[in-house]
């Protein structure tokens, strides 16, 4: 079992950058492919960013440019970080993990909420 849990959430202005954070336990962190997915109101669930353990990484054409995700193998965090944030990017923020040897993302995090008024 995996347990995901992220931080960095908040209400921030357009423009202003933020970090989140998530934590990684119960398995071996450089077996799974990792994730940020985003959910606005009324929209379904999106990838925003993926990393893999060797740091290759990939990115919604709507973040391009300015986010960045990364990864921490000795300490099992994950990072998105977030620039020039726009009201568009209001959204809950998911961490997900995927193991190599699955299709799809297994283990999921609670969410946190990230806020950028119009």
């Not at 931080?7 to 492919?33: E, H, I, N, P």
């Not at 726009?86 to 969410?111: F, I, L, M, N, R």
């Amino acid at each position: 079992q995996v347990e995901l849990s992220e931080s960095g959430g908040g209400l921030v202005q357009a423009g202003d950058s933020l970090r989140l954070s998530c934590s990684f336990l119960g398995r071996t962190f450089s077996m799974y492919l990792m994730g940020w997915h985003r959910q606005a109101p009324g929209k379904q669930r999106e990838l925003v960013a993926a990393i893999t353990a060797g740091s290759s990484t990939n990115y919604a054409d709507s973040v391009k440019g300015r986010f960045t995700i990364s990864r921490d193998n000795a300490n099992n965090m994950v990072y998105l970080q977030m620039n020039s944030l726009k009201p568009e990017d209001t959204a809950v923020y998911y961490c997900a993990a995927q193991s190599y040897y699955s299709d799809s993302y297994d283990y999921w995090g609670q969410g946190t909420q990230v806020t950028v008024p119009s």
